[in-house]
């Protein structure tokens, strides 16, 4: 357990009976059921990193945080928080997103480093999947503008990952990183 969430199999191994799981996920109990087999532990609602913890352990060791809450552990905290938190989950893996979670299947499997137990994106990958699904032109320009000035990614080292990723919603972060750069 970590920042009071925890799996409902992790709590059966510990000794806690199911019933007694269930009794105090009922509405108005002491613990709350943030997704299928995951429990958040301390009363009230949910911060953001117990919504990434929940996550990961919904969707298990081998997916990735990406998008801006990968950034803010990388170092940006500065960076609005989308509604949802971003998870690649590998292409076979057939979980359903949740209210607060977004999962997206990859066959390419980013680099990762580890931070807290969590499976991060590298900066550069974390920035354009968070950049493809920016629909607002201001919003974007100011991601991809924090990333370079924070030094977490250079603009050839966007334009790679570019490159080498999914064309869909690629088009507005490419256009935005030739006027961030000049051309």
Not at 94 to 110: A, I, M, Q, S
Not at 149 to 157: V, W
């Amino acid at each position: 357990m970590r920042d009071g969430v925890t799996s409902t199999a992790d709590l059966v191994r510990s000794g806690v009976s199911r019933y007694t799981i269930d009794t105090r996920c009922r509405p108005g109990g002491p613990w709350l059921r943030l997704l299928p087999g995951v429990i958040l532990l301390t009363p009230g609602s949910p911060t953001r990193l117990q919504q990434v913890r929940a996550a990961a352990l919904y969707t298990g060791p081998e997916s990735v945080i990406t998008g801006v809450d990968a950034l803010h552990a990388h170092g940006l905290p500065a960076l609005p928080l989308p509604p949802r938190v971003h998870v690649l989950q590998r292409p076979n893996q057939r979980l359903n997103g949740h209210d607060f979670l977004l999962l997206e299947r990859t066959t390419r499997r980013p680099p990762t480093t580890t931070r807290s137990d969590l499976h991060l994106a590298t900066p550069a990958r974390a920035t354009l999947d968070a950049a493809r699904r920016e629909q607002h032109p201001l919003r974007l320009h100011q991601l991809l503008a924090a990333v370079l000035r924070a030094g977490l990614a250079t603009a050839t080292e966007l334009l790679d990952e570019l490159d080498a990723g999914s064309k869909r919603g690629a088009a507005a972060p490419r256009a935005a990183l030739r006027q961030l750069t000049g051309g």
